[in-house]
C-alpha cells in the first residue's frame, strides 16, 4: 500500500521506515530538509538503536524516500500525522501548531477515500477538529486516530511487533471502510496474534495519554515509597522487588531513582491535566500534579545528596556527572532528569563535568554553560563526587576499584539504584542512593 508519514522525528521515522519494512511504499515528508537528507542518505538523524540497519535494508529496496514537499503525499491511501507536540512555553497544555501546520498543508492534496490517521499524541478533541477540517477539504476522505506506545531505546522493535493496536474511527460505513484500510496497513503485526481495539475517536485519543499517565504514577508511586525509605532506612529496590512479585502490580516500572523525563510522560501529564481543566473534569486528574510533584523532588534530593556527601557544601567541588540523555539507549535530553541535576549543581557552584555515550551534543546545545567529556573516566578525573543520572550499561559495569584510582574522592550518589552497594562500599566508596541507604 501507498502511504505517506508527515513528521520524521523519533516517531514517523521510526514508523516510515517500519511500515516500508512490512512491504508498504513509504513516503516520509518533513519540514527540515537536513534530516530529510540524512533519512534519504540512509542515516538516522539521531540515536537510535536498529534504525540505522532498517533504514539501510528498506532503503536498498526503493519502498522509503524522504522528501519536504508535501505535494510528493499525492496517490498515498493512508497520510500518518506523526508530528511533535510538545508543552507550550510557561503552559501546561500542549502545542498544536506542528498538527495543525502538518494538517493544512496535507489539505489540497487529499484524494477522495484517503485515510487522515494521527499518531500524535494530543488532547483529546484534536482528532474530532481535524476530522472536522478535513471533511470540509476533501468530503471522501476519512480521520482515524492510532496512537503509538514506542519506548525510544526499543523503537523499531516496539514498531514492528506492537503489544497493542489501536485504532479510532468515526461511526458508520466510513469508519468501516477506514478500519479495513487500516487492517491492510498493519496485516503483518495482525496476522501475528498482535491484539487490536478498535473504538471511537475519543477514547483511541485518551488510550495514549490514559497509558502515559498511568506510567508516569507508577514511577512516582515507587519514588514516593522511596521518599519513606529514606526516612526509615528501608530499601526501596527490596520493596520494589517484594511487591512486584504481585502479578497485579508488576515489577516493571517500578525502579525508583531520578524519576522520569523525555518527551512524552512529563508533558502529557501537564497536557491531560490542562485538558481536563479544559473539559471541567480537572478533578478527576489533580493525583497527576502530585505525580509530578513527587518526580520534581527527586531532582532536588539528588543535588542535597550529593551536598550531604561533599561534607555539607558543593561550591568549588568538582562533580561528575554519568549520564545526560533522560534514559539510557537514547541521545534524547528532552526535560532530562540528569541534565537537570547536573544544570542545578553547576547553578549552586560546582563544577559540573558531564559525560553521556550518545548525548553529548544534544546536551552541549541545551546547556551550553556545563562543561562536558567524552568517557565516564575524563569526567571523573580528581571529582570529589560522581553522580550517576542515567544507567547506560557501561556506568552499570563500572568497576569501582578502578575508578577509584582516577577520582579525587570515592564518593559516589547512584540516582538510578543500578549499583552494588557492597561492592563500591568494600572498594572504599561512600556509597548514597535515592530510596536505600
Ligand atoms: C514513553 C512510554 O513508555 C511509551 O509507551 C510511549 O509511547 C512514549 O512515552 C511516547 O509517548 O511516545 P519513553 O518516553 O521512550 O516512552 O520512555 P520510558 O521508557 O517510558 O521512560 C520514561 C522515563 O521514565 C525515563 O526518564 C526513565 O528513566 C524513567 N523511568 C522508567 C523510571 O524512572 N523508572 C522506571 O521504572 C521506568
Known amino acids: 500500500m501507498r502511504m505517506s ?25 518533513d519540514v527540515d530538509a537536513q534530516k530529510v ?85 494530543v488532547p483529546v478533541g484534536t482528532a474530532e477538529r481535524i476530522a472536522e ?53 498493519y496485516a503483518a503485526p495482525l496476522a501475528d496474534d498482535t491484539p487490536q481495539v478498535i473504538t471511537d475517536l475519543a477514547t483511541a485519543q485518551l488510550v495514549k495519554v490514559a497509558a502515559n499517565s498511568f506510567l508516569a504514577t507508577k514511577i512516582s508511586f515507587i519514588n514516593a515509597m522511596a521518599e519513606l525509605c529514606e526516612a526509615t532506612g528501608a530499601d526501596v529496590t527490596r520493596l520494589a522487588d517484594a511487591i512486584g512479585f504481585d502479578a497485579r502490580i508488576g515489577r516493571r516500572f517500578l525502579n525508583a531513582g531520578l524519576g522520569f523525563g523525555g518527551g512524552c510522560l512529563p508533558k502529557d501529564i501537564r497536557a491531560f491535566m490542562a485538558r481536563a481543566g479544559e473539559l471541567g473534569a480537572d478533578q478527576a486528574l489533580s493525583f497527576l500534579k502530585e505525580v509530578d510533584a513527587i518526580n520534581m523532588r527527586r531532582r532536588v534530593r539528588m543535588v542535597d545528596l550529593a551536598r550531604e556527601v561533599c561534607d555539607g557544601s558543593i561550591v568549588g567541588k568538582k562533580i561528575a556527572v554519568l549520564g545526560a540523555a533522560f534514559k539510557p539507549d537514547s541521545d534524547d535530553v528532552r526535560d532530562s532528569p ?40 575524563e569526567a571523573a578525573a580528581g571529582a570529589d563526587v560522581v553522580v550517576l543520572a542515567t544507567e547506560w550499561r557501561q556506568y552499570r559495569d563500572l568497576d569501582p576499584e578502578a575508578f577509584g584510582e582516577i577520582v579525587g574522592h570515592k564518593r559516589i550518589v547512584d540516582g538510578r539504584n543500578v549499583l552494588d552497594p557492597a561492592a563500591w562500599r568494600a572498594a572504599g566508596w561512600t556509597y548514597r542512593a535515592l530510596g536505600r541507604h
Not at 81 to 109: F, H, M, N, W
Request: aromatic letters at 6%; a negative charge.
Open 5 to 29: 508519514v508527515i513528521g520524521c522525528g523519533y516517531l514517523g521515522a521510526v514508523h516510515a521506515a517500519a511500515m516500508a519494512e512490512l512491504g508498504h511504499e513509504v513516503v516520509g515528508v
Open 37 to 121: 537528507a540524512l533519512l534519504a542518505a540512509g542515516q538516522a538523524p539521531f540515536f537510535e538503536p536498529g534504525l540505522p540497519e532498517l533504514l539501510t535494508e528498506v532503503g536498498a529496496t526503493g519502498r522509503l524516500t524522504f522528501t519536504t514537499d508535501m505535494a510528493a503525499v499525492q496517490g498515498a491511501a493512508v497520510h500518518f500525522i506523526c508530528v511533535g507536540t510538545p508543552q507550550k512555553r510557561g503552559e501546561y497544555a500542549a502545542d498544536l501548531a506542528y498538527v495543525d501546520g502538518a494538517v493544512e498543508s496535507l489539505l489540497p492534496y487529499l484524494s477522495p477515500g484517503d485515510v487522515v490517521a494521527g499518531k500524535s499524541t
Open 133 to 185: 477540517q478535513v471533511a470540509a477539504a476533501q468530503p471522501e476522505a476519512t480521520v482515524v486516530w492510532n496512537p503509538e506506545f514506542l519506548r525510544e531505546g526499543f523503537a523499531v522493535q516496539d514498531t514492528l511487533h506492537p503489544d497493542r493496536i489501536v485504532l479510532g474511527v468515526p461511526a458508520g460505513p466510513d469508519g468501516e471502510r477506514a478500519t479495513a484500510i487500516m487492517d491492510e496497513v
Open 338 to 377: 540528569a541534565l537537570s541535576v547536573a544544570a542545578q549543581m553547576g547553578l549552586q557552584g560546582a563544577r559540573v563535568v558531564v559525560t553521556d555515550p550518545q548525548a553529548v551534543a544534544n546536551a552541549r546545545r541545551a546547556w551550553p554553560d556545563l562543561r562536558y567529556a567524552a568517557t565516564p573516566e
